[in-house]
């Protein structure tokens, strides 16, 4: 049997491993139109910004060593510019002698990746313009950081790769600004924890500049003006574009192999393209989201590395095992925080017109008698009746990965915020509470649930509380300090005895710093024979930091508060 | 409704707050007997050891605040010395006036904890011997070991809070000793886990003395003379008792409540006593072990918090919500390392004739390429059919928390490793790589259940091995500097040329570092038609612990190796 692999990074290599670990007498070929194999792709900004000081650990294998350890043919600086499905060849370029041949295979795998977005804006093509995809690019962009090292950079795109570059250029010493076109960084992430985000970099003395676009780029001295939709050029020398990839479908087009709706390679459960003989692993395909059942991308490398161990599982034993698609858990590290997500964002479900309850909430790393606890802040969204899980949201500084990956499991197998009030982690004062914040926010979406207590969104409650009576249940202290527009403060402690400062027969919307003592005050309330009431979801924490970012993000819109 | 509480701690408290938020109008009298409630009993050795500096923060809430804010009438120093269950009322001492009185309830709620064994030992009453169960005990015990600062300390006993004093002591600054009974430290982790975190201790200069008891104490000077079981006396300041606690149960069983073959106090899935108008949550009470169905007690506040809900629930609501039974999930940090369990472990497994197979896996805590990995080991015991995670135990340095909560809520559910296999982790190079070490775990797992591997354990490995060909796939120079006796070295690399070396027809058993080579180099024979063939679980890093601990813990019993 022989077997041919298009790309050999994460998807690629991880199928030619397993392929040669259940087949030891078959022959593997796997091409690679770059320079390098199985590089640390997610690495590549690290090693940028010098926090990944030794090139070398970018390597995960070399061709040499691959081939020794796999007997695997790899052919890197050798392109694959066409298939023949009716012949089962492909012909390919070696990108050194410029040699172009044919090589049969009775399977093909197809893991090409993506591509950076390359928008034809004037100037797109100046010195100093990059976008990172691998191992050159990095080499490109790093020797040109050194060069300019205590100048000027503009990161266009604030998503994931955006955010890294941003902090890592700035520890390399460059002045940094990021360019972003939509109100908020980190697209995927819904609005609220972004603002949180938002909040950090802007405390960490990065330029921040939302709801802006780029017209186009100049050629300027030893740099390059970035000109910006409202009309301002910004000055800089270097520029890293970051506004998104897509599916790197060329080949498989060409091939006549059936695109999705997004743009991907269509596989089946197998991971089996149109074409019986040809399999798609990575980011280059499109695959059925396990909650929505749409179509959809996935640029990750886990899914990638997994895909790979079932293709290759496939492909010797004949489809055995079914791929059950990705969630989409991702996570960045943003200079001091951390931002992870899984499933359907709020945003989505909105948009899919997918029933959901949200409920954020805010707890500890770990113990708050322990030194170093920080406080993290989860969003939970969930169906209405079931209570299934349909996403998960952490922003936070410690742990937040480890939270993300709880709930990340729970969202992939189908299971309920029920799920999350009875996981029994691992407590000692170090690593979390008695009640972990996935046991918390767990137990606020079950009161939610079981109509224990109404909750009321951030960007719903200036509208919904107008005529209302707005409490604020936290100390005079933290009222003074500050508090939405219109509210009263009678403490939680003493609201039992002020209870007849609150009117009967208009509704209450009660808010404390960050929930908990909102829901104290709710149940008093309710029980006391008050019908009309809800507490704010995350409390003033989150509005503030949300209500803050709406006006900074729209200064010509009407003000938020 | 009034509900009488007795204990204020972990389960006690929770069961009173939550009794208050759903049902406003109840009357909630909470007894303790000590002089403080709802404290942070997980923190108490760090306050000890000087890592948490503030007395107050290990006061999570105080009689006065938890009654402004709960409204709950909380009488400390008052001890409940009697239960009428015919009268439904208690009988309770006031600890400062010695007044004595009996109170009605209308339901009961035991949360009495455990308490340390305290062995009738000769000279076990002498001045600088403590148990460390609450607040009192440990502000003699800090005061204590303040005046012997640069003194010496004896921690009897190496379960998980003798390991946290002995940090925390020498943190103190004393010179520690800690005396263990058993053949390991920390019982319920198996032997090979526990051997890693042996040579931790050993490294931090801490004199660990397994298989060895205490006769008895004997006065001296402004000391103490330890009196060991092999003879020798040891000269300390200070004593800490840390061999256990048990349930206590002298309320209950007086009352005639019915106890159980753990000696816990026994309760229903509504955490319900013999006597309905009774509950009890917390140490106190034993239940059913999920996994192996039987009666167990369970000394962890997490559980202990959430049947305080669960208890409040049922009370409320009418026996509404079960309880599942705790799968033991417990984590302490060793000085830099940290070790994690759940699920039963093998030793238990062994006992109980469950049948299992285990296997241990090494793996990075992130990616290797970014600064600051360290390595984690996991074992996982599965079932032979089904592959149901049965337990798994982690030791590592960082990110041992996080794999322990995602595989104790897989063991929680009932899960198999099939799952681990899945589990879309969130992967950035800070935080783990794109196979998680829960992934690692999980493929290796079904390796061996597919039998795509046979796996041969430390602890068996001498034996079956004797007139095998034992195969060394490490490179020359991890050869050179410590190999297993008998062992020929054929690098993984050169080992497809080299297939003649092997002899046909004999047993071969191959190791690696950690696994991974092992098992490549097994794929390579068993396809090449070698047939009897065997990996080493854990590889050299597992065996070499183990071996090297087994020598030391039994030098008079026939050398390991």
């Not at 590549?44 to 691959?66: E, H, S, W």
């Not at 925080?337 to 309850?357: D, F």
């Not at 009117?503 to 309710?526: D, E, F, H, N, S």
């Amino acid at each position: 049997m022989k077997y041919i692999i298009v790309g050999a990074v994460a998807g690629g290599a991880s199928t030619a491993a397993r392929l040669r670990r259940l087949d030891e007498n078959a022959e593997i070929v796997i091409f690679e139109k770059g320079a390098y194999i199985s590089y640390a792709n997610c690495g590549l900004p690290y090693y940028i910004g010098d926090i990944i000081q030794d090139r070398n650990k970018l390597f995960v294998q070399t061709a040499a060593n691959f081939n020794k350890r796999f007997n695997v043919d790899v052919r890197i600086m050798t392109e694959v510019i066409n298939i023949n499905p009716s012949k089962k060849t492909i012909t390919a370029r070696n990108q050194q002698t410029g040699e172009i041949f044919d090589e049969g295979y009775d399977k093909l795998v197809l893991a090409p990746g993506a591509e950076p977005v390359r928008p034809p804006l004037p100037g797109i093509g100046l010195e100093g313009i990059f976008t990172l995809r691998n191992v050159t690019d990095t080499d490109f962009i790093k020797s040109y950081v050194q060069k300019y090292a205590s100048g000027k950079a503009v990161v266009i795109g604030a998503g994931f790769i955006g955010l890294e570059m941003a902090e890592n250029l700035q520890h390399s010493g460059l002045n940094v600004s990021i360019i972003e076109m939509g109100k908020q960084v980190l697209a995927p992430i819904d609005f609220p924890l972004a603002a949180l985000v938002q909040q950090h970099i802007r405390s960490k003395g990065v330029d921040l500049r939302l709801n802006t676009s780029v017209n186009g780029f100049k050629k300027e001295d030893s740099g390059i003006k970035v000109l910006l939709s409202n009309g301002e050029e910004l000055y800089t020398n270097i520029v890293i574009l970051s506004i998104g990839v897509k599916p790197d479908t060329k080949l498989a087009a060409n091939a006549g192999l059936k695109l999705g709706p997004a743009k991907g390679i269509l596989v089946n459960e197998y991971l089996q393209t149109s074409d019986p003989d040809i399999y798609a692993v990575g980011d280059a395909i499109e695959f059925l989201n396990p909650i929505t059942g749409l179509s959809s991308n996935t640029y990750l490398a886990g899914p990638a590395n997994k895909q790979g161990r079932i293709c290759a599982n496939n492909l010797v034993m004949g489809n055995v095992q079914q791929y059950n698609g990705s969630i989409n858990t991702a996570i960045v590290k943003v200079f001091d925080m951390t931002v992870a997500t899984a499933g359907v964002p709020v945003k989505q479900l909105k948009n899919n017109n997918i029933e959901y309850i949200a409920s954020t909430t805010h707890s500890g790393s770990h113990a708050g008698y322990f030194p170093g606890a920080t406080q993290m802040s989860i969003q939970l969204a969930f169906a209405p009746k079931s209570g299934r899980l349909l996403s998960a949201q952490v922003a936070g500084y410690n742990g937040v990965d480890k939270r993300m990956d709880i709930l990340a499991s729970v969202i992939q197998r189908g299971g309920s915020i029920y799920e999350l009030t009875e996981l029994e982690h691992a407590y000692a004062p170090p690593f979390s509470s008695a009640k972990d914040p996935v046991n918390i926010a767990g137990f606020v979406a079950e009161n939610i649930l079981q109509e224990q207590m109404n909750v009321v969104y951030w960007d719903e409650f200036k509208e919904k509380a107008t005529d209302a009576f707005i409490l604020d249940v936290r100390t005079h202290k933290e009222f003074e300090a500050g508090s939405i527009e219109g509210a009263t403060n009678i403490p939680l402690d003493e609201l039992r005895s002020r209870l007849e400062e609150l009117p009967k027969g208009k509704a209450i919307y009660i808010y404390c710093q960050v929930g908990l003592r909102g829901y104290l005050a709710y149940r008093i309330l309710k029980q006391k024979g008050f019908v009309d009431i809800y507490n704010l979801s995350g409390g003033y924490k989150l509005w503030n930091a949300c209500a803050a970012e709406h006006q900074i993000n729209a200064p010509k819109i009407k003000a938020f508060v």
